[in-house]
């Protein structure tokens, strides 16, 4: 079968399962997705729902809409986003990227770094511009006005009745509220192929005149966050009516030299005005109980009929269970461990999560497109953990959309541009990036390596599903071009005959210098493994291997060990006796949970590092990702009842909100790294990896776990 034939297989739903799960009865995916409905009958400002495409997304509060912004905006807030939506303030003061540029001298060279200035003031405001612009946009705020018996607006304490339904089978969002004692029912969809919301409403109030709809622009923050609330600085942006008919109305939104159109469908008798700057109001007909729209966000002026909301019900009614029945499923039903429950609801909510605001053509924000973080620029080290799973949950045509991205020419000349600049070959990946590829100054993330080989990671994860020579020759390019760097940036020390990695870096773990940090065990194996895959690769493809990848893999440093554990970095040998360094992301665990064992890793080294790591961690100071890594690594040592308490460690960074979103912290109220660890985590402990003969590794054998899967890729 081709590759191509293979891909559209996958993404119309039929699935190439593992054979060794053919003699099981199937799995009522209908079922199982059904039974993790969120239900909702309270207003929680952590609870907010939302619905999307995996381009676009919308998230709505208790009324179906985005009604009561402010409530939420501390919470999970009431974003509306998509993957196109970005704007830059203009640059009044001529900033040049190369004020951002600081030189280090490293392994006896000179190497300039894109990082945050303090002093001189020229430098750190250049470096604050380039970090800031571009961001995403909040796009809008569709919400309903509703008005009380006494002509006041409601306010969210006044919605009674609560009772909310998100279906992830149909993609529906049913909301019913009263107020005043009088019903209102109300249906969203988002349109699976276009950055459209439907809605259906039905109620008394349309004929009393007291609902109507309303959209309102928000002015972007400039600021680390972006909740879609900033009513600030009306006169530096303009929106207005360029369009309207009798069922129709067309809105521009413009922001300095960007801009785009807000166009509103209605059914039946309404009318579309402006009622104060950056403020639009559809206004129904008394004549009857029910109305239903739609609104489209779109960068260009629409051309062409927009799906009404019948036929966006369709839409999604046929695309959410093609979806639900493609790639795998994880079934726990019967099990009578109490957490297993939980664990299948976690599942099915981040496969949702991640579905609706995480495929799409760029590598996601950790937030999603909910609401900004970091300026709402993507972090290419937490693509792994944002997509991998789509590999192993056999959707690989989902990773592919946002592996085209690294395809891009600007995005692929700024990664040689950085490497040629400090020296190296080939392509050094972006850290904090922008859909352009551009770098994004960082203190940290201009010295993080380990998001170098997640391209290759990506590329052997989907030749391993298709084993097509198609594959092969489509990626070929940015895997060698990949490892070129790799291969080079290790820096060969003459007196000791070996190759180091570092100075000059930051491990995944965020605690260290890069000037004096050396020699990471996560990062060595990865690097000796990416090495080691684009050899694969070479030979796939008739060539002779590298010279250079096997030298630096003959002479690679040998994991650094200290007490008969490893150690963060060789650099560290007080890498457990510093309280300092007990915190942020264990990422010692990742040497043998994120990558398979190989020649160079002991693995009763291993098991009493994970072991002494598990005991004196800090954990309550750690990130979502943590988790899963733990369980993974966890799982490969032979330790599944370890793997299942790392799931459900009791600490805040591994809350999962009625919504399935991962919660962090008041500044980090959703991180979907954590979501994607999740299921790439829960897909190894069912699965397995190359090898690996005992089933269902990462669940214990004590018969409480009845765990039953379909459809799932062992790991590497």
Known sequence: MTYWFKKLYLLTGITLMAPAVWAQTKIDRKALVQ????????????????????????????????????????????????????????????????????????????????????????????????????????????????????????????????????DMWTGSLQSHFEVDGVPVEVTTYVNQQQDEIAIKVNSALLQQGRLKVQLRYPFPTNEWGDYGTNRAHPEKHSSGIVQQSNNQGLINHRLDDDQYFTQFNWSGSAKLESKAKHQFVLTPG?????????????????????????????????????????????????????????????????????????????????????????????????HW?????????????????????????????????????????GVRWQKMTDPNGNESPSSVGAFLVWQQPHFITFAESVYRLHNDKAVLNRY????????????????????QNRYLLGKGII??????????????????????????????????LGLQPDSK???????????????????????????????????????????????????????????????????????????????????????RLGMPDKAID??????KTNTYLPNGHNFQDDRLRIYLPGNGGLLTAVALMCAGWDGCKTTNPGFPKDGKWKVKWEGLQPMF
């Not at 990471?520 to 796939?540: H, I, V």
């Not at 060990?561 to 010692?588: C, F, I, M, R």
């Not at 790392?646 to 600490?651: G, R, Y």
Request: charged share 20%; aromatic share 14%.
């Open 35 to 166: 039974r993790h409905s969120v239900v909702l009958h309270t207003t929680d400002s952590l609870s907010s729902l939302s619905l999307g495409n995996g381009k676009f997304a919308f998230t709505a509060d208790i009324t179906g809409l985005q009604t009561f912004p402010e409530y939420y905006e501390k919470g999970v807030p009431l974003g509306t986003q998509s993957e196109w939506g970005w704007h830059s303030f203009k640059d009044t003061a001529g900033y040049k990227f190369e004020e951002t540029l600081k030189p280090y001298q490293i392994n006896n060279r000179q190497e300039s770094y894109s990082v945050q200035w303090n002093e001189p003031k020229r430098n750190r405001d250049a470096s604050n511009w380039f970090r800031q612009n571009v961001h995403r946009l909040q796009l809008g705020n569709l919400g309903f006005l509703i008005y009380k018996r006494s002509g006041a607006v409601a306010d969210i304490k006044d919605i009674k009745n609560i009772s909310q339904k998100l």
């Open 286 to 382: 008394k004549t009857s109980a029910e109305l239903t729209f739609t609104c489209l966000f779109t960068p260009k002026k629409p051309a062409g009929k927009l799906l009404t909301f019948a036929e966006t019900a369709l839409n999604n009614q046929q695309a959410w269970p093609a979806f639900w029945q493609s790639g795998g499923a994880i079934d726990f039903s019967g099990s009578t461990d109490p957490r297993a429950k939980e664990l299948e609801r976690r599942v099915v909510l981040s496969q949702w999560l991640t579905r609706i605001q995480s495929a799409g053509a760029y590598p996601p924000q950790e937030t999603g497109l909910v609401y900004n973080s970091w300026y709402g620029k993507p972090h290419l080290e937490m």
């Open 385 to 425: 953990w944002h997509s991998l799973h789509y590999a192993l949950w056999q959707r690989p045509a989902l990773l592919e959309k946002s592996m085209d991205w690294y395809h891009q020419p600007k995005v692929e000349n700024t990664a040689r541009q950085i490497a040629k600049r400090q020296g190296y070959n």
């Open 476 to 495: 070929k390019d940015l895997v060698f071009a990949t490892a070129d760097f790799i291969a080079s940036f290790a820096y060969y020390d003459k007196a």
């Open 507 to 540: 491990l995944a773990q965020e605690r260290y210098k890069p000037e004096d940090t050396f020699n990471p065990p996560y990062e060595l194996q990865y690097w000796y493994w990416a090495l080691q895959t684009a050899q694969q690769w070479r030979k796939r």
């Open 549 to 635: 990848y096997a030298g630096v893999m003959s002479k690679l440093s040998a994991l650094p060990q200290k007490d008969g554990v490893y150690l963060a970095a060789e650099s560290a040998p007080d890498s457990y006796t510093n309280p300092k360094l007990l915190t942020d992301h264990p990422s010692v665990l990742a040497t043998y949970g994120m990558l398979p064992y190989n020649q160079r890793l002991d693995t009763a080294v291993m098991k009493k590092t994970f072991n002494m790591v598990w005991k004196i961690w800090d954990w309550k100071d750690t990130w979502g990702w943590d988790f899963p890594m733990t369980a993974m690594a966890a799982t």
């Open 646 to 651: 790392a799931l459900f460690m009791p600490i």
